[in-house]
Nanobody, 123 residues
């Protein structure tokens, strides 16, 4: 069964940085895309970024373009999301999920989800 575990969230000040990790098991990244999503309180889950090892594509939401960088280490079966210049509106629980072959920005097109990692801002 496909399984992913997110880590790396925490407390951050505006302008700060965090690196999230998505460790995959039960499958290899070679034939999958990994999507990063986030969900703030009272809001729907939204796509943040995605990377496909199968076709080499990456995707960023407009709100994070230029601030977030997604990368994958197939040897470690792990995908990373480097988040810089963080702002209070980035506060959310961040999730990763695998999808066969290609990226999608639609959460309903992903079947397996991790437990999420919380990103919170301190004043």
């Amino acid at each position: 069964q496909l399984h992913v575990v997110e880590s790396g969230g925490g407390l951050v000040q505006p302008g700060g940085s965090l690196r999230l990790s998505c460790a995959a098991s039960g499958f290899t990244l070679d034939y999958y895309a990994i999507g990063w999503f986030r969900q703030a309180p009272g809001k729907e889950r939204e796509g943040v970024s995605c990377i496909s090892s199968f076709d080499g594509t990456t995707y960023y939401a407009d709100s994070v373009q230029g601030r977030f960088t997604i990368s994958g280490d197939n040897a470690k079966n792990t995908v990373y999301l480097q988040m810089n210049s963080l702002q209070p509106e980035d506060t959310a629980v961040y999730y990763c999920a695998p999808r066969s072959y290609y990226c999608s920005t639609r959460p309903y097109e992903y079947e397996y989800w991790g437990q999420g990692t919380q990103v919170t801002f301190s004043s």
